[in-house]
C-alpha cells in the first residue's frame, strides 16, 4: 500500500514565524503536490513537484515556497506565516503513470 | 476554463435512499475525472474515476454519470448508508505531465439511519 506521511497533524504558530511542513512517500512517486482545503473552497495547488529539485506553482503560490532535495521528501515553507494561512494542509503523490492522487492525512495549522 | 463547479454543498439523505453530488467543467481538454471520499481526520482518497469515452461507470453502490456535450459529471450512490458519510470531492484533469488535478468545492453528504 502507499504510504504518504505528514510531520504534524496539528500546529500552532505565531504571525511572522517561519513554518516547515514535511511530506514523505514511499512507492517511489515522481510527482508530489501541496493543496490547501478551506470549507467551501474545495482542494487548490499551492505547489507541485515533478522530479527532484523540480518544482512548479500551483493556483495559490503566493506566500508559500517548496522543497524537493530527496524523491520520497516534498517540503512546504511558509516564510513568514500569516493568520489567513490558517487551513488544513494536504500532500499528495502519484508517479509510474498511474492517475490516483495518494493523500497523506493533513497538518491543521493555525496560526496566531 | 479551469474550474470545475460542485453542487450541493451539503447533502442530508435517509438511509437506503439515493445521493446525488453534480459536477460540471469548461475546459474541454480535460480527459479524466475521479471522485474522492473524504472522511473526518483523514486525507481523501480515490472512490471511482471515469474517462469521457463512456458514459457510466458503476462500482458496487457507486456509479458515476457522464454527459460530455454538456461538460457535466455526477456521483450516484444507491442504498446510501451511514458509512457513506463523508466530504465528496470532484475533479478533473489532463492525462499527461504531473497530472494537475483541478478539485470541485466539495460536498458533505450525511447519511441519516
Known amino acids: 500500500d502507499v504510504k504518504v506521511t505528514q510531520s504534524s497533524r496539528y500546529l500552532v504558530k505565531r504571525t511572522g514565524e517561519k513554518v516547515f511542513l514535511e511530506c514523505v512517500q514511499d512507492?517511489?512517486?515522481?510527482?508530489m503536490f501541496w493543496y490547501r482545503q478551506d470549507p467551501g473552497l474545495g482542494l487548490r495547488l499551492i505547489y507541485f513537484?515533478?522530479?527532484?529539485?523540480?518544482?512548479e506553482k500551483g493556483d495559490i503560490p503566493e506566500g508559500y515556497s517548496v522543497s524537493r532535495e530527496k524523491k520520497e521528501r516534498f517540503s512546504l515553507i511558509l516564510e513568514s506565516a500569516s493568520t489567513n494561512q490558517t487551513s488544513m494542509y494536504l500532500c499528495?503523490?502519484?508517479?509510474?503513470?498511474?492517475?490516483?492522487?495518494?493523500f497523506g492525512p493533513g497538518t491543521r495549522l493555525l496560526v496566531l | 476554463q479551469q474550474q470545475v463547479k460542485q453542487s450541493p454543498q451539503s447533502l442530508i439523505v435517509q438511509k437506503g435512499g439515493i445521493s446525488i453530488i453534480n459536477c460540471a467543467y469548461e475546459?474541454?481538454?480535460?480527459?479524466?475525472f475521479p471522485w474522492y471520499q473524504q472522511f473526518p481526520g483523514k486525507g481523501p482518497a480515490l472512490l471511482i474515476a471515469?474517462?469521457?469515452?463512456?458514459s457510466e461507470k458503476k462500482e458496487g453502490r457507486f456509479t458515476i454519470s457522464f454527459n460530455k456535450s454538456a461538460k457535466q459529471f455526477s456521483l450516484h450512490i444507491m442504498d446510501s448508508q451511514p458509512g457513506d458519510s463523508a466530504t465528496y470531492f470532484c475533479?478533473?484533469?489532463?492525462?499527461?505531465?504531473?497530472?494537475?488535478?483541478?478539485f470541485g468545492q466539495g460536498t458533505r453528504l450525511t447519511i441519516n439511519p
Open positions: 499528495a503523490s502519484t508517479g509510474g503513470g498511474e492517475e490516483t492522487q495518494y
Open positions: 512507492m517511489d512517486h515522481e510527482n
Open positions: 513537484s515533478y522530479d527532484v529539485k523540480m518544482k
Open positions: 475546459n474541454t481538454a480535460f480527459d479524466y
Open positions: 471515469i474517462r469521457p469515452d463512456v
Open positions: 475533479a478533473a484533469t489532463q492525462f499527461q505531465g504531473a497530472q494537475k488535478l483541478v
